[in-house]
């Protein structure tokens, strides 16, 4: 009965900005740490940011200073505000909420950046 569903994804230009959404039910997201992953084709999965402890956050070096991570508690939701996007940040966005005990996926959110 958990889901998490992530929104906002879309083709952009570079420059451009986007607001990704992760919405979850089953869980609490302030009980979770939750992690926006991304991958691009024939690349590695990588750790794009995360937001713990309610409000610790952390960042890949390559979206310092353009990317931010916040929650929503009312609704339950996890967002990545992704600015000055680049081509190379084109890939598929997923959320991740995990505990001691449980990992949970979304279904991923697909970002093209081009022009």
């Known amino acids: 009965q958990v889901q998490l569903v992530e929104s906002g994804g879309g083709v952009v230009q570079p420059g451009g900005s986007l607001k990704l959404s992760c919405a979850a039910s089953?869980?609490?997201?302030?009980?979770?740490?939750i992690n926006w992953y991304r991958q691009a084709p024939g690349k590695q999965r990588e750790l794009v940011a995360v937001i713990a402890s309610g409000t610790w956050t952390n960042y890949a070096d390559s979206v310092k200073g353009r990317f931010t991570i916040s929650r929503d508690y009312g609704k339950n939701t996890v967002y990545l505000q992704m600015n000055s996007l680049k081509p190379e940040d084109t890939a598929m966005y997923y959320c991740?909420?995990?505990?001691?005990?449980?990992?949970?996926w979304g279904q991923g959110t697909q970002v093209t950046v081009s022009s």
């Open positions: 089953g869980i609490i997201v302030s009980a979770y740490t």
């Open positions: 991740n909420a995990a505990d001691t005990y449980n990992t949970f």
